[in-house]
């Protein structure tokens, strides 16, 4: 498959996801073994600090890692599991996910993917995360 | 501190959490060293197979969690690290989290999350995870 | 199988598992979803203060989550992940590490581990641990 | 510190681990945020299958992640917790554990490693794990 028609076929799927519509998560490139989202951040993403939720550093690193992982073992995966560690309170314009595949087999992939906060053309990591991408087989029962 | 003062200013903390708003989240109850927390699942929080994405079960996850842990370490305290695996395809009304406190210290808790579906009155296991939370002395850094 | 057949299946695994020789760890109960495993206390086992060294928990957790998961998996299982958090320092006459079952399919199970270190019939515990188990199909590969 | 002291330090540290040394672990190297240890593969360290025990790999991880936690924190450090997928089965020599600080703080350093097994100049990516190390403040307390 050609680079481009997977980040066609990426964007689709986000854009079939209504929660990450509704956070307003952006896929900005999907290649073999990568993929970078883009959360901007609202004040509707903020804890009670004013920093960015950490659930919402969890959503960007789940969804992340999933769309590293379905780029390799095609579109139908869930995640397995993941484990992520908070870094720095996150602040800025958005949230920019990057995710890597580690190692794969057919049925599944391990990956990382670290989590920046950006504010113009400046980044800071603020959470790294680690997890296990799965492969559901014309189903989408995650056993 | 009573039970109940402990429910109230947890009550308010979540109220302050803008994301937590969006998502309609409620503190079900907080005690010494357990949590419940309860997010309505609107089509809004659901992936493309139209479950409940994964992100959202990190949210109530780490929420939880951290609840759990602000109970017994007080109200000043930040979610350092997180595991958390999904168990089947969460459906239903609402999700439901229950975190309790494993062991802790003076400055952090370690806290375990199990995180239930809810449809009437049955709850479905969805999703388990384990994390630690740790306190920030007057101040919202993480370190 | 009947528990006892189990029980004697474990035991056999384990007893070749040359590394758990080497520590002389024992199943002291395997039934479905459950098993527990001791491991002795010995001076070899220590770190540079003199507690049992992060490295044995660890291994004990991994091997308590494997046999718990092959107690409901069958035999040919590997672990595929797990997290630890280390709760206190561990010391004693042993550690005995009780793994349970979460949730299973046919081909995996989520597991939860707790480790104790044991003196006497005093019980401490020292770290608690969250992992998967995977079937291999008559291999030992792990994808 | 310059950072040969870095490396004596370390291997002083490790020696005085009795479970380090019944492993035959060695300290290759030890730098401000890094660190590489090898583990010899002895068919002691074997599991059922004849391939090292994942408890020797979680091992590795473990004290990796520590010694490069230790060398940005100071030497009186614990792992507090750690995650770790399993990639391939270990077979050759020796493990590899090559373990860095992503950040750092005073208190507390997140760290990740990557554990190889080598067979002459051969490496094979077996396991990645990821942890929190932390500072215990003239004491050995983990909290």
Redesign the interface.
């Given at each position: 498959m050609m680079k481009n028609d997977l980040h066609e076929i990426g964007k689709r799927?986000l854009a079939?996801?209504?929660?990450?519509v509704?956070l307003g998560a952006e896929l900005l490139s999907l290649a073999a073994g990568l993929a970078v989202i883009r959360v901007p951040v609202t004040?509707?993403?903020?804890?009670?600090?004013g920093?960015v939720?950490?659930?919402?550093l969890?959503?960007?690193?789940?969804?992340a890692l999933?769309f590293a992982g379905g780029s390799v073992l095609g579109p139908g995966v869930?995640?397995?599991?993941?484990?992520?560690?908070?870094?720095?309170?996150a602040a800025g314009d958005s949230l920019v996910a990057r995710a890597g595949v580690?190692?794969?087999?057919?049925?599944?992939a391990?990956c990382?993917c670290d989590i920046f906060a950006a504010s113009g053309r400046s980044e800071t990591?603020c959470a790294?995360a680690?997890g296990?991408i799965r492969k559901v087989s014309s189903s989408?029962?995650?056993?």
């Open positions: 799927v079939s996801q209504p929660f990450s509704l004040p509707d993403v903020r804890q009670q600090h920093h939720h950490g659930g919402v969890s959503y960007a690193a789940d969804n999933a869930v995640t397995s599991e993941f484990k992520i560690n908070y870094l720095r309170p580690v190692h794969h087999g057919r049925r599944q391990v990382r990591l790294t680690q296990t989408v029962s995650p056993d």
